[in-house]
Structures are given as structure tokens and as C-alpha cells.
């Protein structure tokens, strides 16, 4: 048997290269530092952009200077917004909606979820595919359906929703429950079974196991998809732009460009700094949140 | 505690019979252990008795009450899985304690019920950490203190040792027999180790084809099993099965393997075999202990014959060898001096007095 493994070194050697792990592993990682950089300099020079806009006054902006660089730095921008108080309706409005939905959100989706991985009844298979279809469809074709509903609704009850704030809170669900519902079972579906059965078996009823083992376990799957909900309801734009009219109801995306832009003349500066200033909150949320959101939590349930 | 009692239990999913009719009754601090290939229903059975798989059919009593329809939680049983299932979210304790808190017992009882059982299963010094710092014999002692603590009439044991390498496996074997001798609560354990079954079991049950081929204590399966499933199941290295049939040669009956291999067989058994038709195609199943070396002084009912090994196995206590009968490949137990070398010839004895009997075709032990 020996003799079969002897290498023979008078052969003459090749001149082909052998994978090397290490060398393999080295041009790996410097192609993914080249992309990552070239992926970062692309989403964050608008930004950047923003930034330095919102930093001009008016007359620096439409003068024909380096558009990157501040000459002349001024905060007269911010200062203009944080006082108006039409700018802080629409934030505040922005906050509510968002908040709500993110409330009702999760309020529907993760018992829902729950229900469509884990008690196995007639249809749940098909019904879950169901809920991850309605989200492919497209909010452009969803508002006129949902524009009449809403004055059937009028018509009906006498209760007008339309052109109030807090008809986004309806609307924006549609989106955000059937993808947080899938995102939802995905994660529960992750979670041994042996873990429900234990817990069934330890006296828990549904809600229980529910409440007590999956919301817990499943906790980076909760912040993945609280993030998702807060960050459409607070980007969402052809809704707000469709259901609400008057200055007092109106969300910061469409707020900003319905004030702020008058006739042809644009304010850019207060633009940028309006659109700034609106993606600080998704940021403080995404921060905060990023310290919860690790994976792994189910490490130790069972084996591996 | 409490008796756990199995009456023509059939489970069936749509297409497929999983358990065909089990009747079962298992005493009051028995521990019995449901053993068998994959497939073969005994996962399911343990199942049916904890309540996490319907009956289709049958009753299933604990305690003497029908528990058919009785939810998991309100029949008073605790269970071991496999891959533990710890709460990766809570501490030992809190594991421990899950089910007692839900059913809202008293702060210092739950407390003394926790230490009794980490004293028990010596994991004193865990109670505070999660399942995710904890190594696998930890985590499975864990899953075990978690059905300690309820003090439940029957403990459920779903292959606790399977995940588990094989030292620590031994290990935990033993630490579950000192529970139960501790606690002497009902159990019933399924395993696809043979040895497990063996060595933890009151009673074994083979299953086979989601059926029971037989019930019995560790060495009456292993001496008088009922059927060749449960003749080659137990024991290691298995059963040899060897074709042969029976022939009379001067009025003596002998059992004849080939052209030149015949055995005469010994009083008892010649008289047991009596009526077994010569024609019938049969199987000797012989253990390998029960063919070692030849001896000088062999006693009765041994009978020496000449053999080419195949393959030697040195195990240090024992040499392994095979060879080759009827086309069938034998093995058996020599002594490491005994001379065995892979290729060589060896004077061997089988010793008739434990022979078993086969019927080829239908498998039962005659």
C-alpha cells in the first residue's frame, strides 16, 4: 500500500499554479474590499451632497462655485425649519404614522405569522404564500382601489378619511403586514419544533409559547422587521401624496416638496436640509436597534 | 407515578401505517426502553403517549385513565428530546422552572424543587447560565433536571443520547440509571442503540415495521429471542444466520450447513427439534461467542471443525474473526492467542447447546 502514496520527486514539477487556501482566500477578501468601497462611495455621496447643500445659504447655492465644498458654512437653513412650524407638523405626523404602524404592524403580523408557521390547519401553506403575493403588488395600482373604498366608507358611515393624517395608518399596512408577515414565519419556522413541543408540554398554551419562547427567540427577526415597517412608513410617498392635501396633514417626504417647492423655484437648501433632517430618525432607529438585531439568539436550544 | 398502558394503538398518516396495533403495559417505576431501526414507529409511539401525536386508533391510559384526548400539559408526563430543546432565551433555572411557573407554584418551593434537582444531576454551579454556554452532556442534564423538577407520574425519553459522542454517551447512560434508581418514576425511553436498550432497560422492546416483534428483560432477548429481526438486533456483533438443514443419520439428528460441515446435536435439543420437517430450509443462528477456538477437552453438545478466516478484528480482550459458511459470512470470539490470522486456517468449536433454530421463511426462532 505504501508504495501507491510515494510522491515522485525526480518528476519534473508543473508550472501549475494549486489553489492555496489562503491565497484563494486573500484574493477574496480583496475583491470584496474593492466592491464594499465602490458599493459605499456610490450610496453615500448623495448624502454627502446633501450635507454640504443644506450648509449653503441660498446665494451660495445658485453661484457658480465648487457645488462641493462650503465657502461660506451658515446654519441658516436648519434654523429656518426647526422654527417653522409647518415643518414640525409634518414631522410630528410623520412620527405618528409611523409609530402606529409599526404598532399595528406588529400587533397583526407576528400572531399571524405565528399561526401561518406553527399551527399546521387547512391552508396555512397556502395562505402564506398568499400573504408574501399581495405584497408584489405595486402601491401604484393599489391606490385608486383604495382611494374609492375610502369614499365608499365616507358615503356609508359619514366618516371621512381622506385628507387626514391618519388615513396613512390604514393605508400603509397593506404594505408592511404581508412582508413583515413573511419575514415573521421565516424566522419562526427557523425555531426547532422540539422547542414549541416543550414547551407544550411544560403547560404552555399558544399565546403562551407565543409570547414566552417565540417572541424572545425570534427577537432579531422582530427588529428586522420593525425597521422594515418603520422605514416604508416613514419613506412611503405616492400614498401620502394621493390621500392628503392640506398643509396641517401632510408627512415630511411630501411635505417637504409640496412646501418647499414653489412654482418652479426650488429651495434647495431647505430641501436638502428637510430630506436630512427626515432620515435622522430612521438612522436613531436603525442604530439603536442594531445593537439587538444579532443572530444567533437560538444558539444553545439545541444542539450545534 | 403511574402505570402506562398501550391497547391496539394504530397510528396512520394519510398513505402510511406508522404504528400497526401496539398493546403495551408497562408497571408502575419501569423503566422500559422502545428500541428499533429508524423508521420503525417507536419515536412515534413515545409520541402518542406524550400527547404530541394524534391516535388514529386504540387507547393509550396512564394511570388507568384513557389519555386519548387528554392535551400534553394535563397528563402529567415530562420530556427528553434529542437535541435537548432548551429555551435558548433563559437561564438553567429559568429552564427548569418554566413549567412550574406557568402552573403558579410557590417561589421556595420551585426554589428547593431547582436545587434538588441540580444536586441530583450535579449542575449546581450552571443554574445561572444560558443552554448556549453549556456543553452538550451540560445541556442534556439540563433537558433532565427540566423533567426532574415537575415530578411527573411518567418521564419521556426521545434518544436523549444520541447526540452525544460516545464517551459521554456512556457516561450519561449511567447518570440516567442513577436518576431513575433516584426518582424510580415510570419511564419510557426509545433509542435505536441496541446497547442502550440493553443496558438501561427493565424491559426492552423491539420494534420493527411499526410492530412489536417482542418484549422482554435485556438477556431473555438476548438468549431466547422470539424472531430473526430481534436475534440479529440485539447483541454486537450480531447473530450469525448460517443456512442449514436438519437430516437423521443412525438415528441421531444432526443439523448439516454443507456437503461436509454436520453437526450431531446435543440430547435437548435433538428432542426440541423433533418435529421440524427435514426438508425445511432453515437458519442456525449461532452468537459469536458460541464460536470460539477448538479445546483439547471439549465438553458435550461442542463440536470442533476446520475453518479459512477471512478478516481478523483484534479487540485486545477478544479477537474478532470472519469466515465464510454457505455463502454466508460468519463471525466469531477466539482467544487472542488462539492463533487466528486473516487468510490462515483455525480449528474451531460452535457450541450446540445455545444454537438457535430458524425458520428461513418466515424468520421465527423454532
Known sequence: ?304 | MADVTLRKVIKRYEEVEAVRGIDLDIADHEFVVLVGPSGCGKSTTLRMIAGLEDITDGDIMIGGDVVNDVPPKDRDIAMVFQNYALYPHMTVAENMSFGLRLKRYPKAEIKSRIDEAARMLDIVELVDRKPKQLSGGQRQRVAMGRAIVRNPKVFLFDEPLSNLDAKLRVQMRIEIKKVHQKVRTTTVYVTHDQVEAMTLADRVVVMNHGRIEQIGTPNELYHNPATRFVAGFIGSPAMNFIPCRLEEASGKLNVRITDRIAFPLPPARAARYQAVARNERLLLGLRPEHLAEAKAHPEPGVEPFDAVLDVIEPMGMETLIYFTLEGAQVCGRVNPNAGATAGGPLRLAVDLNNMHLLNEGTGVVI
Open chain 1, 1 to 304: 500500500m505504501a508504495s501507491t502514496l510515494t510522491i515522485d520527486k525526480a518528476a519534473p514539477t508543473r508550472s501549475v499554479k494549486y489553489g492555496s487556501m489562503s491565497r484563494d482566500r486573500t484574493w477574496a477578501l480583496r475583491w470584496s474590499y474593492f466592491f464594499l468601497v465602490l458599493f459605499a462611495i456610490f450610496s453615500l455621496v448623495p448624502p454627502l451632497y446633501m450635507l454640504i447643500t443644506s450648509l449653503k445659504s441660498s446665494a451660495e447655492i445658485s453661484a457658480a462655485t465648487n457645488p462641493w465644498w462650503v465657502f461660506h458654512p451658515t446654519l441658516e437653513n436648519y434654523v429656518q425649519l426647526l422654527t417653522s412650524n409647518q415643518f414640525l407638523t409634518f414631522f410630528r405626523n410623520s412620527a405618528f404614522v409611523s409609530i402606529l404602524v409599526v404598532t399595528i404592524t406588529m400587533l397583526i403580523s407576528v400572531p399571524a405569522a405565528f399561526a401561518l408557521a406553527r399551527m399546521r390547519f387547512w391552508g396555512s401553506a397556502t395562505l402564506a404564500t398568499g400573504v408574501f403575493l399581495t405584497y408584489l403588488i405595486p402601491d401604484s395600482l393599489l391606490f385608486l382601489p383604495l382611494f374609492k373604498m375610502f369614499a365608499v366608507f365616507h358615503d356609508v358611515t359619514g366618516i371621512q378619511l381622506i385628507g387626514k393624517w391618519y388615513v396613512l395608518v390604514v393605508v400603509y399596512p397593506t404594505l408592511t403586514v404581508p412582508f413583515c408577515t413573511w419575514i415573521m414565519i421565516g424566522y419562526f419556522a427557523s425555531i426547532p419544533k422540539e422547542l414549541d413541543e416543550a414547551a407544550v408540554i411544560d403547560g404552555a398554551s399558544w399565546f403562551q409559547t407565543l409570547t414566552r419562547i417565540f417572541i424572545p427567540v425570534a427577537l432579531p427577526g422582530l427588529i428586522a422587521a420593525t425597521i422594515f415597517a418603520f422605514t416604508v412608513s416613514w419613506a412611503q410617498f405616492l400614498y401620502p401624496l394621493v390621500f392628503t392635501t392640506s398643509t396641517d396633514q401632510l408627512v415630511l417626504p411630501v411635505g417637504i416638496i409640496t412646501t418647499l417647492v414653489k412654482g418652479d423655484v426650488f429651495n434647495w437648501g431647505q430641501i436638502m436640509t428637510g430630506a436630512l433632517l427626515g432620515a435622522a430618525p430612521p438612522l436613531i432607529v436603525y442604530a439603536f436597534l442594531m445593537d439587538y438585531y444579532i443572530a444567533g439568539l437560538t444558539a444553545g436550544a439545541t444542539k450545534g
